[in-house]
Nanobody
Framework: QVQLVESGGGLVQAGGSLRLSCAAS????????MGWFRQAPGKERDFVAA????????RYADSIKGRFTISRDGAKNTVYLQIDALKPEDTAAYYC????????????????????WGQGTQVTVSS
């Protein structure tokens, strides 16, 4: 069993930055990929970014390119999401997810490719 714990959310003014963390623990952690998704109140969960563990490949949602950066610390089994130039529309619960088996990386936005999910961390951006 794998546990994912997100942290780093909070209340921030528009234009500010946050770095979210997702720490994985449990059985020897050998994920194929990890992703970040977000869900705003009253909306469906949306893909944000994904990181392929083997070679550092990344994918981003078009809507956030240039402001969000996904990265990892392999020694800590931790994935980060750096968010810059925050906007009120970035307000959402942010979830990380881990996929333990390979899939076509182009399908990173499909949440059914992921096996484990964290509980989420809330990001609230004030205008």
């Amino acid at each position: 069993q794998v546990q994912l714990v997100e942290s780093g959310g909070g209340l921030v003014q528009a234009g500010g930055s946050l770095r979210l963390s997702c720490a994985a623990s449990g059985r020897p952690f050998k994920a194929y990929a990890m992703g970040w998704f977000r869900q705003a109140p009253g909306k469906e969960r949306d893909f944000v970014a994904a990181f392929r563990w083997s070679d550092g490949g990344t994918r981003y949602a078009d809507s956030i390119k240039g402001r969000f950066t996904i990265s990892r610390d392999g020694a800590k089994n931790t994935v980060y999401l750096q968010i810059d130039a925050l906007k009120p529309e970035d307000t959402a619960a942010y979830y990380c997810a881990a996929a333990m088996t390979p899939f076509a990386f182009g399908r990173s936005a499909n949440d059914d490719e992921y096996d484990y999910w964290g509980q989420g961390t809330q990001v609230t951006v004030s205008s």
